[in-house]
């Protein structure tokens, strides 16, 4: 049985079913160190504004150690938010096979990765991109020191087609990198909640023939939540609405300029579990985020795992992937509010009918994009 170390910062719903995944193969015995320590599995979210408690059993069905984290200010939000003195022995006593390493941006993750260089097999997990690449001076620095961080790296595991590609930009060759696609729990959010979704659309005020266009996410500037509203009420149809569910720094900004507008709703940040009723009350899903660092975009295999289709701007780095023009839905230029409306109005010429039929297309490609195809490839090459 081969052993397999993981290292990631804290626990979330996009990783610990993976593990629990892995967990269960025969061949495979993993153990994962959460580097954040104590008090990651509930802590403040700065987006969302408030501490954020998921409703999902994140640490059940695999091994675990909340590793001691020393930072006097811990944390993702910076290089020096996780400093683990102990880590490199712990693993050393634990004696894998292989190192899996989410992330290198931090200064534990990096020890890891240059002292367990030629030592043990290190594999990566990251889904950076080169949509937000700008050529300067920093960015020449940038590549010198990325080509040196991934020649410590045995393979990665990329997401997507622009996450191999930043791969080959700093370094990686195709022999090192395999194919594991991005995925959340689309069993979850595929299970039928219509009746639910059903009072929800009653609740805010949506006729059944209405067409909801929904954005689910923190308000922040990156995610570009006005561009999403200026294109909407220059729409001016009676029969579409715009629903705004999350928290976040734009929030009440995002309330002030939509005052008065009736086809306008908002909720508030919605917990794993009401998800799935949320998206399913939708009929488009919208995605306009302008970056930086909008790397994937997990909310769009969300809403494609309830049958919708996507409207996502070209600085998402899943639409590539998962959004087809005009069969699931559409891209638009991030940052251009004219494209945003045209592709918008594309889509609602569609009417409730022809939006239906785009979404069934959206859950048949998301079928390829699963939980267990990435454990299933990730487990393969550990073992093998």
């Known amino acids: 049985m081969k052993r397999l170390a993981i290292i990631t910062t804290h626990p979330i719903q996009y990783y610990a079913p993976v593990f629990k995944l892995l967990s269960n193969n025969k061949n495979l015995n993993i153990k994962v160190y959460y580097t954040w320590g104590e008090g990651s599995l509930n802590k403040f979210d700065p987006g969302f504004k408030q501490k954020i408690e998921w409703d999902l059993p994140l640490l059940e069905g695999y091994q675990y150690n909340m590793v001691l984290n020393v930072s006097k200010n811990p944390g993702t939000h910076r290089f020096s938010g996780i400093v683990n003195p102990t880590l490199i022995n712990d693993i050393k006593l634990w004696k894998p096979d292989a190192i899996l390493i989410y992330g290198w941006g931090f200064s534990s993750h990096l020890k890891i990765i240059r002292h367990f260089h030629n030592k043990v097999p290190i594999y990566f997990r990251g889904d950076s ?27 990665a595991f990329f997401v997507g087609t622009n996450n191999k590609a930043y ?32 009072q929800l659309r009653n609740k805010i005020g949506i006729q059944e023939n209405d067409i909801l266009i929904l954005f689910a996410g923190k308000l922040e500037a990156k995610k570009a939540p006005l561009d999403l509203f200026e294109a909407f009420i220059a729409l001016k149809k009676k029969n579409v609405h715009l629903l705004f569910v999350g928290n976040g720094i734009l929030e009440n900004r995002v309330k002030d300029v939509s005052s008065g507008y009736e086809n306008l709703h908002f909720l508030d940040f919605q917990n794993q579990s009401y998800m799935p009723v949320v998206y399913q009350a939708c009929d488009i899903f919208c995605l306009p985020s302008i970056g930086p660092n909008e790397t994937w975009g997990l909310a769009i295999n969300e809403a494609m795992a309830c049958g919708k289709p996507i409207l996502a701007s070209d600085k998402v780095g899943g639409a590539v992937d998962l959004v087809i023009p005009a069969v699931n839905g559409e891209i638009f230029k991030a940052g251009v509010v004219e494209d945003l409306k045209e592709k918008l109005e594309l889509l609602l010429e569609k009417e409730k009918e022809g939006l239906k039929i785009m979404g069934e297309s959206s859950k048949k490609i998301i079928e390829q994009w699963h939980f267990k195809i990435q454990a299933n490839i990730i487990a ?5």
């Open 167 to 198: 791969f080959k930009k700093y370094g990686l060759k195709e022999k090192q990198l395999i194919f594991a696609p991005h995925a959340i729990d689309n069993e979850r959010f595929s299970i039928n909640r219509k009746q639910e979704a059903a």
């Open 129 to 155: 991109t080169l949509i937000d690449s700008q050529s300067d001076f920093k960015s020449v620095l940038k590549t010198v020191l990325l080509k040196w961080i991934y020649n410590h790296i045995d393979f």
């Open 380 to 384: 393969n090459c550990i073992i093998n």
